[in-house]
């Protein structure tokens, strides 16, 4: 099979949702001569808005080669969306369970198969400060190096000055419209990479040339110069900082820890990551 046909599960979601997007958007695509016309391929996006899905969705659409999302398998499980979900041909993803690797399986099979598969590496909305890609997960790479499949680099800017990530009362403005920016640019080149060991640090600098790619797509729609280091939400979550406010020493207490830790001695450096089995679904879409 050299491309996935637009079935009926397809069609009526694009009946459903495309009207809504047309009255409160305006729309500006831009690189579809980067989407392959046939064989399998797989596509990296940015995620800066609960809204992008649909308008990345429609512009897959209108390229003809519709495309297979990894999704949280909740939403498979009932109801017209999880119908809708089945129908579609989506992939669903049991994070942290023994099943986690059965989304990398069929996204595999799917590339082979000749199928288009949309990843959002960075697995959750944006929570960089001024909404540029964040520090991606390596599902992605795994199913690159396994497939040796087209990676095509998608940006997205304009649904987020609608629907910012997490938004609070007051911040959705769905008008005046805004201008969903949606461009595809050509594939990365990761042939340096094929035939290595996929191990740790592989797939750690795989994903960092795909996050780059996104990146760049991303600074040419914005016309601005990304900030020279990536954000990792994991990593300033754990900040000692954002230990909650009960946690915190009392005043009473601070100067006793503070002579106990100026006396304890200098941890050891952590151990260097070891690489996850091939596959494992720990860091997915």
Same mark, same amino acid.
């Given at each position: ?127 960089? @400060?001024?909404?540029? @890609? ?70 750690? $600098? ?38 909650? @406010? ?28 070891? $690489? ?10």
């Amino acid at each position: 099979m050299s491309r996935r046909r637009i079935g009926f599960w397809y069609r009526l979601a694009a009946v459903l949702v495309k009207p809504p997007l047309l009255v409160f958007f305006k729309r500006d695509w831009r690189g579809t001569e980067h989407i392959p016309e046939t064989g399998g391929f797989l596509t990296v996006v940015n995620h800066n808005s609960a809204v992008d899905p649909l308008s990345y969705a429609h512009f897959q659409y209108n390229s003809g080669r519709v495309p297979r999302f990894l999704a949280k398998e909740s939403l498979f499980k009932s109801g017209f969306v999880g119908t809708a979900m089945r129908g579609t041909g989506q992939i669903p993803v049991f994070r942290e369970s023994k099943d986690a690797i059965g989304a990398f399986r069929a996204a595999v099979e799917a590339v082979h198969k000749g199928e288009c598969v949309a990843f959002y590496p960075e697995g959750t909305l944006t929570r960089e @400060p001024g909404m540029w @890609p964040m520090k991606g997960k390596t599902g992605a790479a795994r199913v690159a190096l396994e497939t040796r499949a087209p990676v095509i680099p998608v940006a997205q800017w304009g649904a987020n000055l609608a629907v910012p990530p997490y938004p609070k009362r007051g911040e959705i403005k769905l008008f005046p419209r805004k201008t969903l920016i949606v461009q595809a640019g050509p594939p990365i080149d990761l042939s340096e990479f094929y035939g290595r060991e996929p191990t740790a640090a592989v797939l750690r $600098a795989v994903t960092d040339r795909i996050m780059d790619e996104i990146t760049a797509q991303l600074a040419d729609v914005r016309g601005e110069d990304p900030p020279p280091q990536r954000y990792d939400h994991r990593a300033v979550e754990q900040r000692p900082e954002q230990v909650p @406010p009960q946690q915190q020493p009392q005043n009473g207490q601070q100067a006793e820890s503070s002579q106990r830790a100026d006396d304890a001695p200098q941890a050891r450096p952590a151990q260097q990551d070891t $690489a996850p089995p091939s596959g494992a679904g720990g860091e997915n879409a």
